[in-house]
């Protein structure tokens, strides 16, 4: 079946730091990828997203890229603010009949410290 | 508009008890799942409506679970009688295409949750 697989966490970084959280997926045929973001006190949103191979998402200065040779779609930030903090979700999504399933990765914390 | 509303937003009981949560999904969205996210874990699919039938419960716990979505708009999922394994933060979330966030329809929209912890 499908999984996702994301670096664990919690990741500190210093403000102005450059960000990657990697993550890896398993999966059959060509599903989308996603990244999801958890604020504090919020609910989960849409960061950005890649429909097919070699697309990149991008989004708040966010991007990852969907790399269907390494089965992977890291994201990365040149530049983190205190505001970035969150958690970090990798997803992968499919449909299968009339149901559309989205496969979670566990999270990262990121914190950045001004 | 107006997001996703869930309540309530915490829940204390004891184990063998009941609970039920209460989701008002997005004006418009035919989709509403629920998902079950347990600390340190992302979020799992539980049971995926369009309108008021079910599209996907293969992973809804039917035994001590159950879902309904009355005239395809508000939802409820009860769970009875609650186990230890069950505290977790219950996601209601809506779209309005049924394969949203596939590429091929729109966003999926999460409320902020309900936490349920069962002592």
């Known amino acids: 079946g499908d999984s996702v697989t994301q670096m664990e966490g919690p990741v500190t970084l210093s403000e102005e730091a450059f960000l990657t959280i990697n993550c890896t997926y398993t999966?059959?045929?060509?599903?989308?990828l996603f990244w999801y973001v958890q604020y504090p006190g919020e609910g989960l949103q849409l960061l950005l997203k890649?429909?097919?191979?070699?697309d990149k998402g991008s989004n708040k200065g966010f991007e990852a890229t969907y790399r269907k040779e390494t089965t992977s779609f890291h994201l990365e930030k040149g530049s983190v603010q205190v505001s970035d903090s969150a958690v970090y979700f990798c997803?992968?999504?499919?449909?299968?009949?009339?149901?559309?399933?989205?496969?979670f990765g566990s999270g990262t914390q990121l914190t950045v410290l001004p | 508009e107006a997001g996703v509303a869930q309540s309530p937003r915490y829940k204390i009981i004891e184990k063998r008890q009941s609970v039920a949560f209460w989701c008002n999904p997005i004006?418009?969205?035919?989709?509403l799942y629920w998902y079950q996210q347990i600390l340190g874990q992302g979020p799992k699919l539980l049971i995926q409506?369009?309108?008021?039938?079910?599209?996907?419960d293969s992973q809804l716990p039917k035994d001590r679970f159950s879902a309904e979505r009355l005239k395809g708009v508000d939802s409820t999922l009860k769970i009875q009688p609650a186990k230890l394994e069950d505290s977790a933060v219950y996601l209601c979330?809506?779209?309005?295409?049924?394969?949203?966030?596939?590429?091929?329809?729109?966003?999926?929209?999460f409320g902020e949750g309900s936490r349920l912890t069962v002592l």
């Open positions: 409506f369009q309108n008021n039938g079910v599209v996907d």
């Open positions: 890649a429909t097919k191979a070699d």
């Open positions: 997803a992968l999504g499919r449909v299968s009949g009339s149901a559309r399933q989205l496969t």
């Open positions: 999966a059959t045929g060509y599903p989308s």
């Open positions: 979330a809506s779209s309005r295409y049924p394969n949203a966030g596939t590429g091929g329809g729109s966003e999926l929209f």
């Open positions: 004006s418009g969205h035919a989709t």
